[in-house]
């Protein structure tokens, strides 16, 4: 079975520090692996995500992911937070090549952006 | 601009009532999906649907019911079976996996439903 964990419920930082988010996961496939964000009261939009092609994935708003197979893990990344970065967020798993109804989401990680 | 609309974005719901729940999208997506958020729990997903006229159970089906006529629309009713349907709603769409790994599925801006 798979599933996803993300290993903080809740991250604070200051404005211009790094942001790290974790997440680690167990599938018995070959996973597609995503990362979203939601602001309050909003759906959730796609920041990046790992399909077993580079392991070190770009997304938007200057975050980064790097896919670690013998870790399992899948850490998001951001240099400098900005106060806008202030939101939830989801590290979601799939199988790859599988059909794709079958997202497995973490339980979210509230990040907070301190002044 | 492409996109999903749901609506409405509040809805409040009386004891015995059904209350359906509007999605739209204009993507061209084939598949499309509704979750159910709660505080803490992230997404489960209650119905899918990967082809009109066609559309499967998810993790948590009990209380709702779907219907896929169209290809763009995909309305959740959430019926009185449903015993605590307070929570936030969101639909989401996607293209059908192509080639190495899979799409990413695109959400609206969700309903938050409540009871009376």
């Known amino acids: 079975a798979q599933s996803v964990t993300q290993l903080d419920s809740h991250v604070s930082v200051s404005e211009g520090t790094p942001v790290l988010l974790r997440c680690n996961y167990s599938?018995?496939?070959?996973?597609?692996l995503f990362w979203y964000v939601q602001h309050p009261n909003k759906g959730l939009q796609l920041l990046l995500k790992y399909t077993s092609a580079a392991t070190l994935v770009k997304g938007i708003n200057g975050f980064e992911a790097e896919f670690k197979k013998s870790e399992t893990s899948f850490h998001l990344t951001k240099p400098s937070a900005h106060m806008s970065d202030a939101a939830e967020y989801f590290c979601v798993a799939t199988n790859s090549g599988g059909s794709n109804y079958k997202l497995t989401f973490g339980k979210g990680t509230l990040l907070t952006v301190n002044p | 601009d492409g996109g999903i609309t749901q609506s409405p974005k509040y809805l409040f719901r009386k004891e015995g009532q059904n209350v359906t729940l509007s999605c739209e999208q204009n993507?061209?997506?084939?598949?499309m999906y509704w979750y159910r958020q709660d505080p803490g729990q992230g997404l489960r997903l209650i119905y899918y649907?990967?082809?009109?006229?066609?559309?499967q159970k998810g993790d948590i089906a009990e209380g709702y019911s779907v219907s896929r006529e169209k290809k763009e629309s995909f309305p959740l009713t959430v019926t009185s079976a449903q015993k605590n349907p307070t929570a936030f709603y969101l639909c989401?769409?996607?293209?059908?996996?192509?080639?190495?790994?899979?799409?990413?599925?695109?959400f609206g801006d969700g309903t938050r439903l409540s009871i009376l």
């Open positions: 993507l061209n997506h084939d598949a």
């Open positions: 599938s018995s496939y070959s996973p597609s």
């Open positions: 989401a769409s996607s293209t059908l996996p192509q080639g190495l790994g899979n799409q990413p599925q695109h």
């Open positions: 649907s990967q082809i009109v006229n066609d559309f």
